[in-house]
């Protein structure tokens, strides 16, 4: 596996990847069950400056063409911002090999490094995969929109949650790599 940021050219690789997702999966991602969401939601996904909008993605190494394994985001209006809209989304074909929990760590420790305060996420109530995952880093429920919940996830201490972790096994060399001399 491969983790690094998110360019425009990766649009073949994010686009193949949402096709990829189940509608199940799409719908609990996206709000939709459409076979692709439209392109200016693509191009903002694509759309990382490292400033507003932080984008990691991970990359299956063992497949030859190197698939989008899955991507997250913090993106905030304006750099002064300390709060960011997070979101994370996992090809089905690599749900529950940690790696939304490895990009998330990275997400993070680049959004610590960004002045970011705190991620906001948008999750509907049905997905208690989401839920869960939000809540174990520390995220707490601040409000309800009929069937979407919204959730605070303070960057400090979710990162505090997740050096602790031992699934996978990559979490800690990803504190590694960011916590080292070159970090």
């Not at 990847?17 to 199940?24: F, L, T």
């Not at 949650?161 to 790599?177: K, M, Y």
Request: charged letters at 25%; aromatic letters at 6%; one cysteine or more.
């Amino acid at each position: 596996m491969c983790i690094r940021t998110v360019t425009p050219g990766d649009e073949g690789r994010l686009r193949a990847g949402i096709a990829a997702m189940s509608p199940r999966s799409r719908y609990l991602r996206f709000f939709s069950g459409g076979a692709s969401p439209p392109d200016w939601v693509i191009e903002r996904l694509l759309d990382a400056d490292g400033v507003l909008h932080l984008a990691w993605g991970a990359l299956d190494l063992t497949d030859p063409a190197q698939p989008a394994m899955g991507v997250v985001h913090a993106m905030r209006p304006d750099a002064g911002d300390a709060v960011a809209e997070f979101s994370v989304g996992v090809v089905d074909a690599y749900h529950g090999l940690g790696v939304g929990r490895l990009l998330t760590a990275t997400l993070l420790i680049d959004a610590a490094a960004g002045r970011m305060e705190a991620l906001r996420a948008h999750v509907l109530s049905e997905n208690d995969a989401a839920r869960s995952f939000i809540k174990r880093l520390g995220g707490v429920h601040v409000g309800q929109d009929g069937p979407q919940a919204e959730y605070r996830l303070e960057v400090a201490p979710a990162l505090d949650r997740l050096r602790e972790e031992r699934h996978p096994p990559g979490v800690s060399d990803i504190f590694a790599h960011f916590d080292g001399p070159a970090g």
